[in-house]
């Protein structure tokens, strides 16, 4: 099991360039998250895909942030144009199940993708 | 607004000596209380979790206890070793919900 794979691992971009992050899920979960981390912030989450479909971007900061998954194993987030104030640690997370008791369906995080925006 | 309040932010503890980590939650809906791990460069590891009809758990040096009454829940590192230095995140759940809360986190220094 190779785990969630995240890519790039680091990113720095100049204010107003578009971004764009991927993730690959843990095959045969069906359950997707994208979440930001900050110092200030903590953990918050971004976009939850539920066999593929987007069922909450509530946590999508603004309208420069969008996320796709045009299937099971790829799922994208995009940010454009690029902000300084994005500049955080970006986690893609699956689950078998995102709407029962996850108590044996952990939630699964990759490694993240440091992006830096100057 | 955070729904999980975790204290506290950061702890320095000695090798061989308990971390606590204490946790506490406003939802009675909240039934799955899991914790994560994270080592720096790392995304956050599940490493164990506790549903509210058992007041304790324990996995080797971990132990979560949780009191329901209060609305408590902590992590209990004992016999802390170097390579326990990590950020802790305490989380909560309900049932037929998607979304975790996490807390804010508590970065435990482990000194050899």
């Known amino acids: 099991d190779a785990g969630v794979i995240q890519s790039p691992r680091h990113e720095v971009t100049e204010m107003g360039q578009e971004v764009t992050l991927r993730c690959k899920p843990i095959s045969g979960h069906n359950s997707l998250f994208w979440y930001r981390q900050t110092m200030m912030r903590g953990l918050e989450l971004l976009i939850y895909f539920n066999n593929n479909v987007p069922i909450d971007d509530s946590g999508m900061p603004e309208d420069r942030f969008s996320a796709k998954m045009p299937n099971a194993s790829f799922s994208t987030l995009k940010i454009q144009p690029s902000e300084p104030r994005d500049s955080a640690v970006y986690f893609c997370a699956s689950s078998l199940q995102g709407h029962t008791s996850s108590y044996n369906s952990p939630l699964h995080f990759g490694n993240g993708t440091r992006l830096t925006v100057t | 607004q955070q729904q999980v309040k975790q204290s506290p932010q950061s702890l320095i503890v000695q090798k061989g000596g308990i971390s606590i980590i204490n946790c506490a939650y406003e939802?009675?809906?909240?039934?799955?209380f899991p914790w994560y791990q994270q080592f720096p460069g790392k995304g956050p590891a599940l490493l164990i979790a506790?549903?509210?009809?058992?007041s304790e758990k324990k996995e080797g040096r971990f132990t979560i206890s949780f009191n329901k009454s209060a609305k408590q829940f902590s992590l209990h590192i004992m016999d802390s070793q170097p390579g326990d230095s990590a950020t802790y995140f305490c989380?909560?759940?309900?049932?037929?919900?998607?979304?975790?809360?996490f807390g804010a986190g508590t970065t435990v220094t482990v000194r050899a």
């Open positions: 939802n009675t809906a909240f039934d799955y």
């Open positions: 989380a909560a759940k309900e049932t037929n919900d998607y979304k975790l809360s």
């Open positions: 506790i549903r509210p009809d058992v």
